[in-house]
Every structure is written in C-alpha cells, then in structure tokens.
C-alpha cells in the first residue's frame, strides 16, 4: 500500500514538473513572439532586396536587332552572332561569345551534312561508326578551318552589369561574324569533297555519289548566286 501511495505521489509530482515546463514553454514563447517576427521580417527583406527585377522585355529591348537573329544573309555575306551572359572578365568574355557564335556556323552545316547523309548513317554497312564517324570527322575538319576560310568578327555589343551579391560587374557580350556568301560556300563544298573522297576510299559507293550530287547542286548554286 505504501509503495503505491509513493507510486501516486511520484506521479503527481511529475505532472506538476511537465506542466510547469509547458507553461514556462508557453510564456517564453509569448515573450519572444516579437522576436520572431522581426527575423520573419529581416528575412522577407533581405529577398526583396535580392530577388531578380525585371529591367527590360521584349518590347522596350534596344539590344541591336542582329543579337536577337542568330544567322542571316545580307549584300552577299553570311552573318552570326552568339552571346554569353554574367562574364565576370570582358576579354573573356567577348571570347566566349565568340565562341557561341562560330557554335552557330558549325551547327548549321553540321545540321546540312547530317540531314543529307542520314540515311546513309542509318544504313552503313561498316564497323566503328561507318558513315557517321566520316560526317562527324568532315563536320570537325570544317570547324577548325572557319577561321582560314574567310569568317572575321564585324561587332561587339556588351552590357555591364553590376550585382550587390557579388559586389563587382559583370558583363553580358554579343559577338557579330561575318563571313562571305561565296567563303561559306566553299567550306561547305570542302566538307562534302573531304566526305566523299573518304566514302570513296571505303567503298560506300551511294554515300559517294550522294557526296558528289550535292556538290554539284552547291557548284550550280553558287553559277545561280543563290
């Protein structure tokens, strides 16, 4: 009896203690409210001062029309253009926006050769590759010859930018190529040799005479000055 007189008693006296500790829990938490909300506040200013605002749309962006196109053809010249955005050193980044220009010429007549050739591709009857790894090897060759060819930068177009996170500017570059109708031509034209003088060599005898069928057409093309 005694012993669950005590049991009782221990009881009690731990649901006086927990009681106790919630509404101390309670009052702390009262006294603190004012606290919390002004770290809720900090918090919600520091986002608004942080979050992206919008400077400029479509409608009111007087970039220059030819970083907004990239590739056209004017007066016999062929033109592209690539950017690079929040370059943290200007020679750098007019580089690599130089460089996402020459990406364009090379994706085009990358996307030509492919086009033309895919079914080829999907029908080779060589190993490692066959006719893709050719096409692949002529589009590379054509990549590391642009500059030979003719291809020259014509304008820079920059912005500077500066951020209060990072706390110095930053810069935002268009890069304009020219290149001549007649240049453009012709590395195209020197793609589709290299192409077929390698068919040629391995005995994909259609892939060969696809090769000299468009080169033809690039050949009556360039008489026409289409």
């Known amino acids: 009896m005694k012993n669950q007189w005590y049991e009782l008693g221990l009881n009690f006296k731990l649901g006086i ?4 500790m919630a509404l101390l829990g309670f009052f702390v938490g009262c006294s603190s409210t004012p606290n919390v909300k002004q770290a809720r506040e900090s918090v919600l200013e520091a986002y608004e001062l942080q979050k992206p ?7 009111s962006d007087d970039r220059p029309d030819w970083t907004k196109n990239s590739a056209s053809e004017t007066d016999g010249n062929m033109y592209f253009s690539g950017g690079f955005l929040n370059g943290s050193d200007y020679s750098l980044t007019v580089r690599c926006a130089n460089a996402e220009a020459i990406k364009v010429v090379v994706q085009g007549i990358g996307q030509y050769i492919r086009t033309e050739f895919s ?3 999907q029908g080779s009857n060589t190993g490692s590759g066959g006719i ?4 692949e090897d002529g589009i590379a060759v054509f990549a590391n ?3 030979v060819q003719g291809i020259k930068q014509k304008e820079v177009y920059y912005e500077q930018l500066f951020s209060a996170q990072v706390m110095r500017p930053t810069y ?3 890069v304009k190529l020219e290149m001549s109708k007649a240049d453009y031509l012709k590395a195209k034209a020197d793609v589709l040799q290299r192409l077929k003088d390698r068919f040629s060599g391995v005995g994909e005898t259609e892939a060969k005479k696809k090769a000299e069928k468009l080169l033809e ?3 009556n093309g360039a008489r026409r000055g289409v």
């Open 17 to 20: 203690f927990v009681f106790g």
């Open 53 to 59: 605002v919008v400077v400029q749309t479509s409608k």
């Open 119 to 121: 079914e080829y591709v």
């Open 132 to 135: 893709e790894r050719y096409v």
């Open 145 to 147: 010859n642009l500059h």
């Open 172 to 174: 935002n570059v268009w």
């Open 217 to 219: 057409e690039l050949k």
